[in-house]
């Protein structure tokens, strides 16, 4: 149910819900993302980190680099190469 409740979040966990039920479905993101809130809670409660809340924007810029490298490395197993637009 936490993981559901994301679902209209502004925060990065609501993002990461968002691009997860986008790639695996409804039912498979709240698993994915609900195993996701339990690490996050055993990190908080054993070894007394601090959750900061990066934010949409730092997901989305984190995507999209994530996204760029996925591009350059089939770029580069087909023997091309990525230029910028100018």
């Known amino acids: 149910m936490a993981a559901e409740s994301l679902v209209r979040s502004q925060s990065y966990l609501g993002a990461r819900y968002r691009y997860f039920r986008a790639k ?11 195993r996701v809130l339990a690490c996050l809670y055993y ?33 580069r197993s087909l023997g091309m190469q990525l230029v910028p637009a100018a």
């Open 24 to 34: 695996l479905g409804p039912l498979k993101a709240a698993k994915a993302m609900g």
């Open 43 to 75: 990190r908080l409660v054993t070894k007394g980190q601090l959750w900061v809340d990066r934010g949409t924007a730092e997901f989305e810029r984190r995507s999209q680099q994530r996204d760029l490298a996925t591009l350059q490395r089939k770029a």
